[in-house]
């Protein structure tokens, strides 16, 4: 038995009519899909938008042979973005201009809000404080845990504090050594040329000594470990909240305080003294390799009189700024890897915002140590 032919597509049309009750009408009628309207969409845009200026006419889109997105966007646009009271559609069309109605309903004009930077920074300071507490209490629990095992030393986390030591201690001992080396050479440099001009150049062993022993040493160092090892830790105790080992722990009794973050607390309190004594020298020696050859001060002469330029204090002063800022930055590594959920996303928010902290609690750190240290270790003569 022959089939029927199927019906001859026809072009995009669109005229006006007159619905059973004499009312206006305007049938579309065609192919109103990506293809036909190619040629032909300009002047039925225009069609389109004369017929639209009777609020009260009957669209009848029955006759429509194939429709797409692009046919339905067309058409929507020239309604004004909004159905007409009157319209006749087929069942398989009505799904294009469902999606259009859904489109511009859940995009609502967002009211002027007055108090927005108000509340943002209200939000802020309430999310600072959240984090305040979150370190407080986690600092608090290191503290009973150190007490346990002060009591029971023989089930420390020995090996853990060693591996933490040689990763956060040794493997950075060539990143802060260049750094260190490169920032004495600069300052050595800078100081120099002014130096010169006035005739005090043997001030240059003054100036690098203070500047790089008590401040720009355990700075540079403390910046650098946040950098490379606040944030791997911070990523470690991600990745460990996203493969849920840390729920695995938790399950077997085994507090991840003791094994997970007190040994890198204590690893970097011991390793960033080290480093800020390594960085130190090493800037030292680039700051001295400098002078020699700026000034003409040797390298024996600067060291020899760098003792009497720069009191021992200053030296004990940075020492223990190392304590101060390795236990902070392992501190808040561990906070922002504990908040970590568990997808990527946050992995990759918790370590950015991790050593934004970190360099910032260490600079406002630093800060307190000057004003409380001001009048500690400084030589006028």
């Known amino acids: 038995m022959q089939q029927a032919a199927a019906p001859a597509v026809l072009d995009p049309d669109v005229r006006q009519a007159r619905t059973a009750d004499g009312a206006p009408a305007v049938e579309l009628s065609g192919a109103w899909d990506i293809r036909a309207l190619e040629t032909r969409a300009r002047s039925l845009k225009l069609q389109l938008r004369q017929f639209s200026t009777d609020p009260g006419s009957h669209w009848n889109l029955s006759r429509i042979q194939r429709l797409d997105h692009i046919g339905a966007l067309l058409i929507w646009q020239a309604w004004g973005k909004r159905r007409p009271a009157r319209l006749a559609l087929a069942q398989g069309h009505e799904v294009f201009f469902s999606h259009l109605d859904s489109a511009a ?7 002027f809000d007055p108090l927005r ?35 029971h030393p023989l089930r420390g986390p020995w090996r853990e504090i060693s591996a933490s ?20 050479i600069v300052l050595s440099y800078l100081s120099a040329e002014q130096l010169k001009s006035v005739g005090a150049n043997v001030f240059i062993i003054n100036i690098l000594g203070i500047g790089i022993i008590r401040e720009l040493g355990p700075v540079i160092a ?160």
């Open 222 to 381: 403390a910046v650098l470990v946040a950098g490379r090892s606040g944030s791997a830790i911070t990523a470690q105790l991600g990745v460990m909240r996203v493969t849920e080992e840390l729920d695995a722990l938790s399950v077997m009794g085994i507090p991840h305080t003791v094994r997970l973050i007190l040994p890198k607390i204590v690893a970097l309190a011991i390793a960033m003294p080290l480093l800020i004594l390594w960085t130190s020298g090493i800037a030292l020696t680039g700051g001295a390799i400098s002078a020699d050859m700026q000034l003409g001060i040797s390298v024996h002469s600067f060291m020899t009189g760098l003792p009497a330029a720069v009191p021992a204090v200053n030296l004990s002063l940075a020492m223990g700024k190392g304590v101060v800022f390795g236990a902070l930055i392992a501190l808040i590594a561990c906070h922002f890897g504990l908040r970590v959920q568990p997808n990527t996303e946050s992995l990759g928010i918790g370590t950015t915002n991790s050593v934004v902290t970190s360099i910032t609690a260490v600079i406002i750190a630093d800060a307190i140590f000057a004003v409380i240290f001001a009048d500690v270790g400084i030589s006028l003569l």
């Open 117 to 151: 930077l108000v509340r943002a920074l209200g939000a802020a300071l309430l999310l600072t404080a959240e984090h305040l507490r979150g370190i407080v209490q986690l600092l608090g629990q290191i503290l009973l845990d150190s007490l346990v095992l002060l009591r």
């Open 165 to 184: 030591l040689f990763r956060v201690g040794t493997q950075a001992l060539g990143i802060t050594a260049l750094v260190g080396f490169l920032i004495g």
């Open 105 to 111: 309903a859940a995009a609502p004009a967002a009211p």
